[in-house]
């Protein structure tokens, strides 16, 4: 990632704070990455995009998205990006539950069955949203090829992925920041 330290930077000064805290894992931790400072960011937004275009390189999916709400801000800047380069990328949502009015859909946007996505995520702990994610878009069609973060925390989500047939790419991990992961 050519703007590694810049994220990094940005990373630290808006989103790591120390302290106790409960993951959405259920997981106890003495350190917490809110992202949506960074994604929501337009500096943030803008290195994210960057990095994650560098990372899905000349063969680009049919789209990108995520579980709502932490893999929107990541999918909207990287769609924008593509589109101001003239590349074609399209973006969707995976929601938490099916909507009670409409169509009922749990993945939103123009996505029809068969087309290929990378999932996309701000913090992987264990994987558990972004397998979500992937379990909904693999029901509705949708052939994932990988999983996208900005940050791995190391702490099991890679490996639950390789179960699935999968990879995760990532713009940082949290070695990044002199942090160790847990012995596992």
């Not at 930077?9 to 917490?32: C, H, I, M, P």
């Not at 709502?68 to 990328?89: E, F, M, N, S, W």
């Not at 996208?148 to 699935?164: K, M, P, S, T, V």
């Amino acid at each position: 990632m050519d703007d590694k330290q810049a994220l990094i930077d940005l990373v630290r000064e808006k989103a790591l704070q120390f302290g106790n805290f409960t993951l959405a894992s259920g997981k106890q931790a003495s350190y917490y990455l809110d992202c949506r400072t960074v994604t929501l960011d337009s500096a943030g937004a803008n290195l994210v995009a960057r990095g994650m275009l560098q990372l899905l390189g000349e063969d680009l999916p049919d789209a990108i998205g995520g579980m709502a709400i932490g893999a929107d801000p990541i999918t909207a800047a990287v769609i924008t990006l593509a589109g101001q380069r003239g590349t074609p990328l399209r973006g969707f949502i995976v929601r938490k539950e099916a909507k009670a009015h409409g169509k009922g859909r749990e993945v939103e946007g123009p996505v029809q069955p068969g087309d290929r996505v990378v999932i996309v995520e701000d913090v992987v702990t264990t994987g558990g949203s972004s397998l979500r994610a992937i379990e909904k878009a693999r029901a509705a069609g949708l052939e994932v090829r990988g999983v996208l973060a900005l940050i791995d925390r190391i702490e099991g989500g890679a490996e639950a992925f390789a179960a699935q047939g999968l990879r995760l790419q990532t713009l940082l991990t949290i070695r990044d920041f002199g942090i160790q992961p847990p012995e596992n």
